[in-house]
């Protein structure tokens, strides 16, 4: 039985061809009844379609059309026509962003910061806005509402993403310059959570969550450090049953979530990521695991027929965060235990563990391997000036280096 995975991309090069790469090589899946599974690719194209065409994908990995909207209502129309499996939901993309998302996991408990939606700074381009902005639009006191919140605070969009728009304010006049500079953004307020002794961005491809110590203050190719058994073993736990909820919630199964720990408490404050990054410049010494889940989660879809769950069942998680007897970690051991039903994580481990046991060799031998270095020598030029080429491909080649001999003695 052949399996066709779709790619939906924007400028991406790296990781498409890597993935590519590994699933031309991770050869025939033998399923449970015993058939023979074959996995191939394809870049998917922009162009009309009948909303009865059927489409040849089985899954499709979605990195566009959060901001094209073209290719957004045909995921739409694929999703709800003739059940392609994709990674991630277009609906709760559209409609629940990280505005909601903050709603969401403020109703469930988190330790989200404290957030004010203000209205535009300037008027929409809509011929009834003058109108309804006379007789309705309230005036309010920025610098008030910003005291509530205290000094320092965040201002950023509520819909935005890859950091734009967003500004650290410190006091009054950089607050008014910011929201001057809004326009007809949309923007958040939030409480800035000081003294924080960790910042973690957490990569999650369905069951599979890596945590990584993010530094936001570096270059991109240093943001991501390597270290391990930086978190406790129970802050550690925490941070992956948050990023596990909010993908299993929202549908997202590919996504990161930014979260501080201070004094043992984790506050999530930025979770809603259609686009991840998984660059190999970005992730490097992470970029193999990526791939390796990327690949495991997409094969265990499309082998298994796992169908795509388009309604949230929000009940089930806000029964759990209405119940007044359960404490914090009572309800984080059942956000996870949904989590993990949704996610299916003993069958995903089985079919790793009997399907695919020869994955994490073939992804090792890969990255051993001249192809995987051309691809990175590649990636650098098309990053970075000419004259920076040695340097960062001596760089991440140390990386990946450190990435082999830990992961492949």
């Given at each position: 039985m052949d399996h066709l995975i779709g790619l939906l991309l924007g400028t991406e090069q790296d990781w498409p061809r890597a993935?590519?790469?590994?699933?031309?090589?991770?050869?025939?899946?033998?399923?449970r009844d015993g058939t023979d599974h074959r996995l191939r690719t394809a870049r998917v194209s922009i162009e009309p379609f009948n909303l009865r065409d059927r489409p040849t994908h089985d899954l499709v990995i979605d990195r566009l059309a959060y901001w094209y909207y073209h290719p957004r209502e045909w995921l739409k129309k694929i999703a709800l026509m003739d059940d392609v499996y994709l990674l991630n939901s277009p609906?709760?993309?559209?409609?629940?962003?990280k505005h909601a998302a903050y709603c969401a996991m403020m109703r469930l408990g988190l330790h989200v910061p404290e957030t004010v939606l203000v209205p535009y700074k300037n008027p929409?381009?809509?011929?009834?806005?003058?109108y309804t902005a006379e007789r309705y639009n309230q005036p309010f006191d920025l610098d008030a509402v910003a005291d509530r919140i205290g000094y320092p605070l965040f201002?950023?969009?509520?819909?935005g993403g890859a950091w734009v728009g967003v500004s650290r304010i410190a006091d009054s006049t950089a607050l008014h310059t910011a929201y001057d500079q809004s326009g007809e953004r949309l923007m958040h307020l939030q409480q800035s959570i000081e003294g924080y002794e960790v910042f973690t961005r957490s990569l999650t491809i369905g069951p599979e969550t890596m945590v990584m110590k993010f530094r936001p203050e570096l270059p991109m190719h240093e943001r991501y450090a390597v270290e391990h058994d930086f978190l406790d073993a129970t802050v550690g736990d925490e941070v992956v049953t948050i990023s596990?909820?909010?993908n299993a919630f929202f549908r997202w199964e590919f996504n990161s979530c930014e979260s501080l720990v201070r004094d043992g408490v984790v506050y999530p404050i930025d979770y809603a990521n259609a686009c991840p990054d998984v660059a190999l410049t970005s992730l490097h010494y992470y970029f193999p695991w990526a791939m390796t889940a990327l690949v495991r989660w997409s094969a265990f879809c499309v082998v298994t027929g796992r169908r795509p769950g388009l309604d949230l069942d929000t009940a089930r998680y806000f029964t759990v965060a209405d119940?007044?007897?359960?404490g914090y970690r009572d309800k984080l051991t059942a956000y996870r235990r949904i989590a993990d039903d949704y996610l299916a994580v003993d069958d995903y481990r089985e079919f790793c563990d009997t399907a695919l046991p020869h994955v994490p060799a073939l992804v090792a031998e890969w990255v051993a391997s001249p192809d995987f270095d051309d691809l990175l020598v590649s990636t650098v030029r098309a990053t970075y000036p000419p004259h920076e080429h040695d340097r960062f491909i001596a760089h991440f080649r140390g990386l990946i280096d450190?990435?082999?001999?830990?992961?492949?003695?």
């Open positions: 993935f590519e790469t590994l699933i031309g090589r991770i050869g025939p899946i033998r399923g609906f709760t993309f559209q409609s629940m962003e929409v381009d809509h011929a009834k806005w003058a201002m950023k969009p509520y819909d596990r909820l909010v119940d007044a007897s359960l450190l990435w082999k001999h830990e992961n492949t003695h």
